[in-house]
């Protein structure tokens, strides 16, 4: 493994990490707030990747999968530790800030912040920013901007981006990357326009925004999208985050390829089916046990389907006052996630919708023994090693959300709480239930359980494999 690549390519993201911090500077200079937090970060950010840029130089222009893997896992980690200095520099604990941080960059959406509205607009635009800048994925960018990266491009691009396929519209990779954050900027673009036209100031159009098409969740407000009381505004956010949720590499295809591209697509119909079930059912809930009238009971659970699914996390009402069988259905769309190639975190429902077909292959192999079967995904046969990935990957999921739930537990956190937080955070959704819902923080989490959490966004982001395969000791053997 060659380290000096690792960390002159770490060095370079650090130092347009560092240039990119200048817009929330001039944010706090136009609300008139201190700058020290910003031009303090922007210099140790700047100096850090300049240090490692000369001090790691490297002749080599051949990288292997290794370099890739840790270039990505240590990235992310790299882009988070030094996001958290001007929250460090606002007040806030270094382990809060880290966590803070980290839950922007990975789109988390989970805050340990108490008083939200405490903190300057600067320092709230910066944490809105982190999950745009993360929703399409920091090493995307820096593929899309950074030239001859060649091989070693895709496989930063296969590490980071979500999905157990990798999704290429270009031959070259940059131009792919280029293209997936094309349309994302358009997207983004849209949206801000929208909520603009709808009434909000331009400050909270371009916040929400920011966490909207990235599946965020992050809000300038403690209670969140309530704090409009705008069905325009809430029905804008819910189309964008139904747009988010879903493959952007097939929202390109379907505007330049063919229109139907979408809609023919397998886990977009899958994706629909569920989210719209979910929102029939939930809405009949609500209406016939706590006789909220029709049309609110669909409003509210439209949105909190949505922003469930899509691992969104803003919320529109606290949903801890729902009866227990709304907030099953809650929880369980918290295991589904979004589309792969989308903004979203979770599983994706590409690994449930081929989790299915498996099952009822084997199922039927029960009865006919010696039939030979495929499993087929948008009319092709997937195969086999695909398969074993999917598999591979939902058992491990499973295996760090029990052990994180269970870190939870005997650190004192109720059953509810515990279980909520650990897949909040794997999943990269945001609120849980219990003592961390959506009108709540995660502050309440001991200080043990905010760095287990803090790992199970980082690897939720990275979808596991990025970050166990450097945790094999087969990975070190030639280092």
């Known amino acids: 493994m060659n380290v000096h690549i690792i960390f002159n390519i770490i060095g370079r993201l650090l130092l347009l990490l560092g240039f990119i911090m200048i817009i929330p500077l001039f944010v706090a200079l136009y609300y008139g707030e201190p700058i020290e937090p910003f031009t303090v970060a922007i210099t140790m950010t700047i100096l850090v990747g300049t240090v490692f840029l000369f001090l790691f130089r490297s002749t ?38 880290f966590f803070e941080s980290m839950s922007g960059f990975t789109t988390t959406g989970s805050t340990v912040f ?33 030239p001859k990266l060649g091989v070693a491009g895709r496989q930063m691009f296969r590490a980071e981006v979500p999905g157990p396929q990798e999704d290429k519209l270009k031959p070259r990779i940059r131009e792919t990357s280029k293209i997936l954050w094309m349309v994302y900027l358009v997207v983004s673009i849209a949206e801000a326009i929208a909520l603009k036209l709808a009434g909000l100031s331009v400050y909270d159009a371009v916040t929400h925004t920011f966490t909207t098409v990235s599946c965020g969740g992050f809000s300038p407000y403690a209670r969140s999208i309530e704090a409009f009381g705008s069905p325009l505004v809430e029905t804008i956010i819910m189309v964008f985050i139904f747009i988010s949720g879903a493959n952007f590499a097939l929202h390109y295809k379907t505007l330049y390829a063919s229109r139907k591209s979408l809609i023919k697509d397998d886990e977009f119909k899958f994706y629909s089916f569920v989210i719209f079930s979910a929102i029939a059912l939930l809405t009949l809930i609500l209406w016939r046990d706590i006789n909220i009238p029709i049309i609110e009971s669909l ?4 949105f909190q389907v949505l922003t469930i699914i899509t691992t969104t996390g803003y919320a529109t009402t606290d949903f801890i006052a729902w009866p227990h069988s709304a907030q099953m259905i809650l929880l369980i769309l918290m295991f589904a996630g979004g589309c792969a190639g989308s ?75 515990s279980i909520t937080a650990s897949i909040a955070t794997l999943g990269n959704i945001g609120p849980g239930l219990g003592a961390v819902g959506p009108m709540d923080n995660f502050d309440v989490v001991p200080a043990l ?31």
């Open 114 to 146: 108490v008083n939200i509205e405490a903190h300057p607009k600067g320092i709230l635009f910066w944490r809105n920013m982190t999950e745009w800048l993360g929703g399409m994925g920091i090493i995307v960018l820096f593929i899309a901007i950074l």
């Open 60 to 97: 080599e222009d051949e990288w292997h999968h290794r370099e890739g893997f840790a270039i990505v896992a240590l990235g992310w980690l790299f882009a988070a530790i030094f996001g958290s200095i001007p929250y460090m520099l606002d007040g806030v604990t270094p382990l809060n800030a």
């Open 343 to 417: 903004t979203a975190g979770g599983p994706k429902m590409v690994r449930w919708l081929l989790m299915l077909k498996y099952s009822r292959r084997e199922i039927f192999k029960v009865i006919h023994r010696r039939a030979v079967t495929r499993i087929k995904f948008n009319k092709k046969s997937v195969p086999e090693d695909i398969m074993q990935s999917v598999i591979s990957f939902i058992a491990i999921y499973f295996l760090i959300f029990a052990a994180s739930s269970v870190l939870l537990g005997l650190l004192g956190m109720d059953l509810v709480s």
């Open 299 to 302: 409003r509210y659970a439209a």
């Open 449 to 479: 359980g905010k760095v287990a959490l803090i790992g199970n966004m980082w690897m939720g982001r990275l979808e596991i494999f990025t970050v166990f395969v450097m945790l094999t000791p087969e990975y070190w053997k030639k280092w």
